[in-house]
């Protein structure tokens, strides 16, 4: 990604911001619309999930210029996606879900150069965090 794609993704997810429980909610909607076997996989509240995934998203964008430090914290995250019985097919369907939210959250905002640098970050974050579950874990 390059500094303007990061620019895009930074500014279009703080538009994102004040509507996160709702965008959160959408989100698992669309997911589980997507595929409903997924429903199974979640067993904590989806609130909780909600507020964690937007969380966790915030703290990849805010790493995006420090690739040392996020990476391994990604691969750890995917590892730990393997006992919640994820599986690498998964990441497209969420990554379609997530695609679908920003567009019916950011409305004109979303334009086809903010889709593609979300639509890159995805691909990123979630090409490490499958490279995550080929390690061994550490001792
Ligand atoms: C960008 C990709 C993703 C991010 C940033 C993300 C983030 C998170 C975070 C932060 C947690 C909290 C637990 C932890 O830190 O280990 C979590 C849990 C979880 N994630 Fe993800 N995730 C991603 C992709 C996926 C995919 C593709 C699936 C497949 C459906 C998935 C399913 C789950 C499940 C089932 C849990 C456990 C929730 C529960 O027990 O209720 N995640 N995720």
Not at 67 to 93: E, F
Request: aromatic content about 8%.
């Amino acid at each position: 990604m390059n500094t303007q794609q990061i620019q895009l993704v930074r500014d279009s997810f703080a538009l994102v911001q004040p509507i996160a429980p709702q965008a959160a909610a959408l989100f698992y909607d669309n997911l589980f619309e997507a595929d409903p076997q997924l429903r199974a996989l979640f067993k904590g509240n989806m609130a909780h999930q909600g507020e964690r995934l937007m969380g966790m998203i915030g703290s990849a964008l805010a790493l995006l210029d420090r690739p040392a430090t996020l990476l391994p914290v990604l691969r750890s995250l995917g590892a730990r996606h393997v006992p919640y019985g994820v599986q690498d097919a998964h990441y497209a369907t969420v990554g379609a879900a997530l695609i679908k939210t920003l567009g019916q959250g950011l409305g004109n905002a979303f334009t086809s150069e903010v889709r593609h640098a979300w639509t890159d970050l995805y691909g990123v974050i979630s090409a490490t965090m499958i490279e995550g579950t080929r390690e061994p874990v550490a001792a």
